[in-house]
């Protein structure tokens, strides 16, 4: 074998086993996630990174990977769901505190009925987290459950007060004031706990805006003469809402479509899209006290 083969050999395998890290990366975009924290359970500083950048890279698709990522990992989902709303972890990505929320919910219907300790542990941890996040959200009924099964088990087992997690003083405020008859908005009651060096959360995202969420949703006025049809595809427009759920911008995704459809005629579609989403109304979102703007996706089926 002469040089110039022996050259490109190298460079061939070279390129195999980038390619192959990545496949991987793609196939396990949180890989370096678990990576940081195998070198220590407390690094979350160095964990939260690579999961932000891989959620940036994820874009539209990061929340079913996130979900697959996390199973039913109790442990994962603790720490995901921090990752999602604490400002030191989110590396200038927009909060995501209902997804956050749901996620401690996955995890409390997992360790409902376990009675072995570390599940107690773990359950009235959640508890708690869910509790603080409904609240926020002012979603109070449920905020109110949360902290009332938390409650009952710390008040059956004092060693359980080991797993109350260690939040900030408006975090502390508004568990505290939840359930409280003078604070109908906890969130609201406490904005006076806030550091004065928080960053005041302006927009949050929302991945898929929830039909709950909706209270109108126009159907496009597809083009005349598209080979459109019921079940023929997607198209996929992501909305800014401001604080009184109205659209304040929008910007088509992308979908799926059959193959027929040509550049012009998909290009139609998309303005049909647009323009049906521009003229939708939501709910107004609170957060944190606040009215907040809300990004998120809406799909319209053609």
């Known amino acids: 074998m002469n040089r110039t083969q022996s050259a490109v050999r190298i460079a061939c395998m070279v390129f195999l086993l980038s390619g192959a890290g990545v496949a991987q990366e793609i196939a396990q975009p949180f890989a370096s996630v678990d990576a940081a924290f195998k070198k220590g359970r407390l690094r979350w500083t160095a964990a939260s990174g690579p999961f932000q950048a891989a959620r940036t890279q994820l874009g539209e698709n990061f929340e079913p990977a996130l979900w697959r990522y996390l199973a039913d990992d109790v442990d994962k989902q603790d720490r995901i769901a921090n990752f999602l709303t604490y400002p030191g972890y989110l590396h200038g990505n927009l909060p995501m505190p209902d997804l956050a929320r749901r996620i401690n919910l996955k995890s409390l219907s997992l360790l409902k009925g376990k ?51 260690a939040m900030e003083d408006y975090d502390n405020c508004v568990y505290d004031a939840i359930g409280d008859s003078k604070d109908a908005s906890p969130a609201s009651a406490c904005l006076g706990k806030k550091a004065a060096s928080d960053t005041k959360v302006t927009m949050i995202e929302v991945g898929e805006i929830p039909a709950e969420n909706i209270v109108s949703k126009p159907k496009p006025q597809w083009p005349k003469g598209a080979k459109a049809g019921v079940g023929a595809g997607t198209l996929k427009v992501q909305v800014v809402i401001d604080g009184l759920g109205k659209v304040e911008s929008v910007e088509a995704l992308g979908g799926s479509s059959p193959l027929e459809h040509g550049a012009l005629e998909h290009g139609a579609l998309e303005d049909a899209a647009l323009a049906a989403a521009r003229k939708a109304r939501f709910e107004r979102t609170m957060y944190q006290g606040d009215a907040v703007k809300v990004r998120g996706w809406l799909t319209f089926a053609y």
């Open 115 to 165: 009675t072995d300790l570390s599940s107690r542990v773990a359950f009235v941890t959640a508890s708690i987290n869910a509790a603080v996040e409904s609240a926020e959200l002012e979603l109070t009924p449920e905020a109110q459950q949360h902290k009332s099964d938390a409650e009952r088990m710390l008040a059956a087992d004092k060693f359980l007060r080991t797993a109350v997690p």
